[in-house]
C-alpha cells in the first residue's frame, strides 16, 4: 500500500484550498448528506408528505370558503404553496443541523485540511434537493386536483427556480439558527415563532384585500407574499412578474450576504 | 523505498525545527475555574511516540483538543510540524490525524462509507480512497461489517473504525486520545500493532493513556500529567526504573519452595534484580523486574534448580502505583470515578497476564 499524503498540487504554501480542492469536499459531503437520507429515508417523510397533506387539506377545507370554490383555490394555493415549501424544509434543516453539529463527526471535520463552509454548502445542496422534490411532489397533486397553467413549461421552471433561491437563503437562517441555540427543540420553538407570522400573514393562503390595514401593510412587506405573488404571475399569468421577482432575489441575496457568513462563523468557533 | 513516504517526510522536514515534531511551551486552557492544562512544557521528537499519562480529569483531552485546533489556548503556545496552533491552523491540519476519545464517525454512514468519504476529503482520487477504505477496514478487521452502518457496530468496533479513519491519510502527526479505553485484549494488541505500523512508516504519535503497560509498549517517552501539570517526563525505562517495571509472580507447585526459590534468585547475582520477596498468603514469589530478559533468566534459573513451577505471571504497576512512586501521592482521582478506575486496573491486569 502506498504512503502517500496529500498530493502536492492540494498542498499550496499558505494552507488555502483551491476551488476545485474544495468542490471536491463538498461533494464528497454532499454524498454524506445523500447516504444519510437513504440510510433513513423516513427524513424524507416532510418533504414527501407536507405537500399532499396541506394541499389536500387547503383545497378541501378552505377552498369553497375562501375562494368560492375548489377549482379557483387550487390555483390560487399552488403557487402559494411553492412560496412555504423552502420555508417549511428550511425550518426542518435547523432542527437536523443542531442534532448533526453536536456530533463527533464534526469534531473530525474541523480538524481536517477543509473550508468550513464546505460542510454547510453541502448540507444546503442537499436541502435544495429536498425543496425540489417537495416541489414535484406539490405541482404533481396540484395537477391532479386540476390545477391550470395559464403561462407556459419554461415559466413554471422559473417560478420553481425562483422558490428554491429563496428557500435555500432561509436555510442560511435556519442554519445559523440550529448553530446558536442549544437543541433542536429550542430550534423548533424559535422556527414556530418565526415561520407562523411570516406564513399566514402574506398572500400564501388568502388574498390580503379582505385583512385590516396594518395587516396589509405586513404582508406588503412579507417577502413570502412577493413570492407567492411572482409564482402566480409566472404560473396563472395574473400581474406583473419582473417586480415581485425582484424583490425576491433581492431578498434572497440580503439574506445569504447577511447569515452565510454567520452560520459558517458560528460553525468555526464551536467547540 | 515507498515513493509516497519520501514524499511525506520531505514535506514534514520541510517545516520542523529541531527535529521536534510537537514543541508545546506554558499550554494554559481553563473553563471558568477548572484549570484543566495549566501550563504545560512538552515535545514530541520527529518519528517517536510520547505517551501522555494522568489520572481521569488530568487534562489529557483538552491537551489533545488544543494541539489539534479544536480548542484555542488561552496562553502559551504550541507548534506542529512547525504550524502555529493559533496563526496557522489551516496548515496545521494537513499535517495532523485525530481520534478523539469520544467516537467521530458519522453513525448513518457504514463503515466503508466513513472511510472513503475521510479520504475524499484528504484529496485523494477515487480510486485511491476506495482501495485505501479497503485496506484499512482489512487492517482493523471491519471487513466483515464494512457494509453496515456504523451507530450499529459495538464500541469496539466503532473505536477501530474512528483509528482507520485518523490513519487513512498517513498523516505526519498522530494524535490519539485513549486509543484503547474499553478495548479487548486481543483488539488492544491490534491497535498497538497499527500505531507501531504508522511509527515505522514515519509518523509522530501523541497519545494519551492511563494504562503503563500501553505507555510501555508504544511510547519512547513519557510525560505524566495530573491537574493539568506535569509532574514528572522522561524515558519510558527511566521512568520505569523509578517505578519500579514489572513484577513478576512465580508460583511454586508445593509452597515449600518459596524461601529456596528466593534464596536461588538472590544468590544468582543476576544483573540488576535484587529483592525477591514471598507472597506466603497467596503462595507466589514476587520478582521485580524490568526487562523481558530478566524475566527469561528468572525463569531458567529455576528451571536449572530443578524447581516445579505451578504458574508464572507478570504484573505491571497500575497508575495509582506509578503516581505513588513518581509523587509519593495518590492519584487526585475523584471519588465517583474511583469505580471506573477500579476497572481499569482490573483490566490492566488482564493484559498482562
Ligand atoms: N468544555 C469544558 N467545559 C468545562 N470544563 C471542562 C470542559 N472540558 C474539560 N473540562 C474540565 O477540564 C478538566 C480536564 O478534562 P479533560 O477531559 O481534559 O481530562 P482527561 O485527562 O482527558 O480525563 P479522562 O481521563 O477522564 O478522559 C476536567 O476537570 C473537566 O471537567
Ligand atoms: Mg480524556
Redesign the interface.
Known sequence: ????????A??PA????GLR?NL??I???V??NA??IK??PESMFDAVMMPIIFTLLFVYVFGGAVAGGQQAYVNYFVPGMMAMGGLNIAMSVGTGVNDDFN????????????ARSSVLIAKLIVETGRMLVSTVILLTVGFILGFDLKTDPLQLLAAVGLALVFGSSLTWIFMWLGLSLKTPQAVQGMGFLVIMPLQFGSSIFAKPDSMPGWLQTFTDYNPLSRLADAARALTQGEGAIAAPTLTVLLWALGITVVTAPLAVRKFRDK? | M????L??MT?FEQNLTGGNAVEVRGLVKHFGATKAVDGVDLDVREGTVLGVLGPNGAGKTTLV?CL????RPDAGTATVAGYDVVR?P??L??T?G?T?Q????????SGW?NLY??G?????SRK?AR??AD?MLERFSLTEAAKR?AGTYSGGMRRRLDLA??MI????VLYLDEPTTGLDPRTRNEVWDEVKRMVQ??STVLLTTQYMEEAEQLASELTVIDRGKVIAEGRVNELKAKVGGRTLQIRPVDTADLDPMIAAVTESGLDGIGGATADREEGLVNVPIVSDEQLTAVIGLLGRHGFAIAGIDTHLPSLDEVFLALTGQKTSTPQDEQDQQDQQDTSLEEVAA
Request: proline share 5%; charged share 30%; glycine share 8%.
Open positions: 500500500m502506498s504512503a502517500t499524503t496529500v498530493k502536492p492540494a498542498l499558505e494552507g488555502r484550498i480542492a471536491r469536499h461533494s464528497a459531503l454524498r454524506r447516504l444519510q440510510q433513513d456530533k463527533g463527526v464534526m469534531d473530525r471535520f474541523r480538524t481536517m485540511p477543509i467547540t | 515507498d515513493p509516497g513516504k514524499e511525506g514535506r483538543r489539534s485546533t479544536l480548542l496557522q489551516r496548515q491540519r494537513r495532523i485525530l478523539g469520544y467516537a467521530s464517525v458519522d453513525e448513518k454512514l462509507e468519504m475521510i475524499r476529503l484528504l484529496d485523494l485511491e482501495s485505501r485496506a452502518a479513519a485518523s491519510g498517513h498523516p505526519a512508516e514515519g
